[in-house]
């Protein structure tokens, strides 16, 4: 199994980033995928999650109105839409998949918010 993060970068508040996480190694199409964050010195939060035929979607409080998570099953891959973005959503952002038993997780991309 592998995902592959990227789209990650520096912007200013209220601008716009979209993330891409490419899977592959698993039957993609199977299970739902999540969306995590870790800014420093803070544990890792759930940020978003789609389930397997991107109906039904969930997000934190603290991003709702503002991200949209969404996938493409036939490209195996699943976006992060990041809009009005603010400094405290500096993290390192992570694609996470748990597959049965096993959790698997992306290497990474940052995204810094600042002016």
């Known amino acids: 199994v592998q995902l592959v993060e990227s789209g990650g970068g520096l912007v200013q508040p209220g601008n716009s980033l979209r993330l891409s996480c490419a899977a592959s190694g698993f039957t993609f199409s199977n299970w739902s995928m999540r969306w995590y964050r870790q800014a420093p010195g803070k544990e890792r939060e759930l940020v978003a999650t789609i389930r397997r035929d991107g109906g039904s979607t969930n997000y934190a409080d603290s991003v709702k109105g503002r991200f949209t998570i969404s996938r493409d099953n036939a490209k195996k891959t699943m976006y992060l839409q990041m809009n009005s973005l603010k400094p405290e959503d500096t993290a390192v952002y992570y694609c996470?998949?748990?597959?049965?038993?096993?959790?698997?997780w992306g290497q990474g991309t940052q995204v810094t918010v600042s002016s």
């Open positions: 996470n998949a748990l597959v049965g038993f096993y959790n698997y």
